[in-house]
């Protein structure tokens, strides 16, 4: 059974950092590319990250690039997701995505 649990968020103010973690089991987390998605309230899910399997290579969306990096620890089945200068429009649940799959989310605030 495939598990994906989520943990880092919480309440920052703007300008801050929070570092997700999502932990992975029940598959070959090694063959497969993770990614990150978030849905603000009221909103659609929004696509935030991805990260290759086992070459180098990541994808971050627009509103996020340069300041959000992916990365991952294929030894501890682990992906994370490393978030500077934070804005009041990150704010929303952060989920770890693998295809169909979906953790229950970590909750993001930014707020002063």
């Known amino acids: 059974e495939v598990q994906l649990v989520e943990s880092g968020g919480g309440l920052v103010h703007p300008g801050g950092s929070l570092r997700l973690s999502c932990a992975a089991s029940g598959f070959n987390f090694g063959d497969f590319d993770m990614g990150w998605v978030r849905q603000a309230p009221g909103k659609g899910p929004e696509w935030v990250s991805a990260?290759?399997?086992?070459?180098?290579?990541?994808y971050m969306s627009n509103s996020v690039k340069g300041r959000f990096t992916i990365s991952r620890e294929n030894a501890k089945n682990t992906v994370h997701l490393q978030m500077n200068s934070l804005k009041p429009e990150d704010t929303a649940m952060y989920y770890c995505?693998?295809?169909?799959?979906w953790g229950q989310g970590t909750q993001v605030t930014v707020s002063s």
């Open positions: 995505n693998l295809g169909i799959y």
């Open positions: 990260i290759h399997s086992d070459r180098p290579g990541s």
